[in-house]
């Protein structure tokens, strides 16, 4: 049972512009968000998270945007810049839940020139 | 400082076979948490442990165990491989005690079941 969905599998945005990735997720006890950006040949790295307790996180050029009763979090990347062309994964997790991430199937972000 | 290394980086088994693959923490972590990801997935989680013992673990079968040592190293163990257990397998380490913590990735071990 997939808990925590990706829909968009790719995305290509022009260089400088905005990139927004979005993620659905159906169990409402989730109370912990995570980005993570990761490259061929490489783990996950972290970017940026957010808890319930909040609607918005900010990280220099990375904004993670929750939507609660919509069961939607976002990610916004602006100005978007090639380094930022990777695999973006949201996570999550429940309360009490020792780091047992829940992980969407990711998005291909391709940044153009 | 030492990011989080996972050895082999590649492995090919065959159908039944056992494997055993190895995770030394990040400099300072004591939680290793492992993680199945399969072609065009994204990373599930398999199980953490903290402390030599496992404190977390997601619905995989009991075929995957694991071992966490007195230097906060790991190990993951697949017995009897079926094809299915194919995958990229991720360590992540993280310190221990506190929920918020971030996870870091290892770069994973590729394993192949024939």
């Known amino acids: 049972d997939q808990q925590v969905k990706q829909n968009s599998p790719s995305l290509s945005v022009q260089e400088g512009r905005i990139s927004i990735l979005n993620c659905d997720y159906t169990?409402?006890?989730?109370?912990?968000f995570l980005w993570y950006k990761k490259y061929p040949a490489e783990g996950p790295t972290f970017l940026i998270s957010i808890s319930s307790i909040k609607d918005k996180n900010e990280d220099g050029r990375f904004t993670v945007f929750l939507n609660k009763s919509a069961k939607h979090l976002s990610l916004h990347i602006v100005p978007s810049q090639p380094g930022d062309s990777a695999v973006y994964f949201c996570?999550?997790?429940?309360?009490?839940?020792?780091?047992?991430?829940?992980f969407g199937a990711g998005t291909q972000v391709v940044v153009t020139p | 400082d030492a990011g989080v290394t996972q050895s082999p980086t590649h492995l090919i088994k065959t159908r039944g076979q056992q494997v055993t693959l190895r995770c030394s923490p990040k400099?300072?972590?004591?939680?290793v948490s492992w993680y199945q990801q399969a072609l065009g997935q994204g990373p599930q989680f398999i199980f953490q442990y903290y402390e030599e013992e496992e404190r977390q673990r997601g619905n995989f079968p009991d075929r995957f165990s694991g071992h966490q040592f007195p230097n906060y190293s790991s190990e993951l163990n697949v017995n009897a491989l079926l094809l299915g257990d194919s995958a990229l397998y991720l360590c992540?380490?993280?310190?221990?005690?506190?929920?918020?913590?971030?996870?870091?990735f290892g770069p994973g071990t590729r394993l192949l079941v024939l």
């Open positions: 169990n409402s006890m989730f109370d912990y």
């Open positions: 992540a380490s993280s310190l221990g005690g506190r929920r918020w913590e971030t996870q870091y």
């Open positions: 400099s300072g972590h004591d939680t």
């Open positions: 996570a999550a997790s429940l309360t009490d839940s020792w780091g047992k991430f829940q």
